[in-house]
């Protein structure tokens, strides 16, 4: 069992910046393919962004491409999420999560591709 833990969100004004954070306590975090995902009231949960294990590929929806940066620190046992020009939609219930040991691929968009996910922390962008 991989145990995921999230912090760093909050309320902020459209235009703002947040830095998501998501640890790993006691796991070697450097074997998991890493992403985050994001849950509106009323919505399905969604794809944001994820991480190689190796960490040489990532993968971002449209919708926050050239705003969000996913990076990990694998010595921290830490991945984030770098949130710029945050705008009222992407307000949510963010989640980390990470996928089995040595995932194939370059990209894991599907949340059936990850085995263990964080609780979540809220973001609130207000116009």
């Known amino acids: 069992q991989v145990q995921l833990v999230e912090s760093g969100g909050g309320s902020v004004q459209a235009g703002d910046s947040l830095t998501l954070s998501c640890v790993a306590p006691g796991r070697t975090f450097s074997i998991f393919g890493l992403g985050w995902f994001r849950q509106a009231p009323g919505k399905e949960r969604e794809f944001v962004a994820s991480?190689?294990?190796?960490?040489?590929?990532?993968a971002y929806a449209d919708s926050v491409k050239g705003r969000f940066t996913i990076s990990r620190d694998n010595a921290k046992n830490t991945l984030y999420l770098q949130m710029n020009s945050l705008k009222p939609e992407d307000t949510a219930v963010y989640y980390c999560?990470?996928?089995?040991?040595?995932?194939?691929?370059?990209?894991?968009?599907?949340?059936?591709?990850?085995?263990?996910w964080g609780q979540g922390t809220q973001v609130t962008v207000s116009s």
């Open positions: 999560a990470a996928t089995s040991p040595f995932p194939r691929g370059t990209s894991y968009y599907r949340s059936d591709e990850y085995a263990y």
């Open positions: 991480i190689t294990w190796r960490g040489e590929s990532t």
